[in-house]
């Protein structure tokens, strides 16, 4: 296959498809944060309130929500569009959210039938939901126009990530030079390479990020430890090292996410 510099056509063409995900995971590198991963999760969650209730008030469009009004959101996601601050934004997505589902719900009773009792079942705790309105509440407190998308954009980072890593070896020089991963990316990284990455690759990127996170995951440890070791009055004049912010910054790369964040609000 003839080639374009040191890529191939075909590479080239997925490049340009996936170029709406290449600049934001390349800023998310370049950023030198605990997690690109948490760092895109973030601007695309952001994102994603913006245009459920920023100012291009998409939640006007019909289509849009018509999607709002099946979905609903999450209660994670509920409280940040609360806190985002569009009272009337919020006002119309909960009007006709609220009517669809209450049509739902009363369908829901009409065909309910409660199942029969037994003398067994008294005492035996039943842990999967069997009961169809325990089934259906469930599946609406779940179910979110904001996650949704979400996890779309989400995998489509991923693929962008290993297309960007076997083919640009200046973004793989920056990932070999990063602080790693939190422990959630990293799962996901690895579940992602199985199908991603082919037998010789995978000798080469397991061995990468297990470095990565052992060397970083020792680096939060101890920066967390001078922190402590700080309250002790013997070293009070002592240097604050890398410590000062290693409470949110040790959180962050066991679960995710940024601890410390303010609340996103509406510009």
């Known amino acids: 296959m003839e080639l374009l510099g040191s890529y191939t056509k075909s590479w080239y063409n997925d490049f340009m498809k996936e170029k709406l995900y290449t600049i934001p995971l390349n800023d ?11 760092f895109v999760e973030r601007d695309v969650e952001q994102d994603l309130i913006d245009f459920v ?21 999450c209660r994670h996601h509920s409280k940040k569009m609360f806190d985002y601050g569009n009272t009337l934004g919020n006002g119309w997505i909960l009007k006709t959210h ?7 719900m009363n369908d829901e009773f009409q065909k309910f039938s409660p199942s029969k009792s037994t003398f067994k079942s008294k005492f035996v ?22 996650c949704k998308r979400f996890v779309d954009t989400y995998d489509r980072y991923m693929d962008t990530f290993f297309i960007m890593y076997k083919n ?8 070999k030079n990063s ?23 995978k000798q080469d990127f397991y061995p990468l990020i297990f470095r990565l996170m052992q060397e970083n995951m ?17 070293n009070q004049n002592a240097d604050w090292k890398n410590s000062r912010d290693a409470i949110q910054r040790g959180m962050q790369k066991l679960k995710g996410g940024y601890p410390a964040d303010g609340v996103y609000k509406r510009d």
């Open 28 to 38: 998310a590198v370049d950023a030198g944060d605990e997690c690109p991963f948490c």
């Open 53 to 73: 209730l920023g100012a291009g008030s998409s939640y006007m469009e019909s289509d849009i929500r018509d999607q709002t009004d099946r979905e609903g959101f």
């Open 98 to 104: 609220y009517m669809r589902l209450i049509k739902e």
């Open 125 to 146: 705790k039943n842990t999967s939901r069997t009961n169809a309105l325990a089934v259906w509440a469930q599946e609406k407190t779940e179910s979110c126009y904001i």
């Open 168 to 175: 640009d070896p200046v973004f793989r020089e920056k990932v």
């Open 179 to 201: 602080k790693g991963f939190c422990v959630k990316h990293f799962g996901d990284l690895c579940e992602a390479s199985e199908s991603k990455l082919n037998d010789k690759e």
């Open 218 to 234: 020792n680096r939060l440890a101890e920066d967390v430890t001078w922190l402590v070791d700080k309250f002790d009055y013997r």
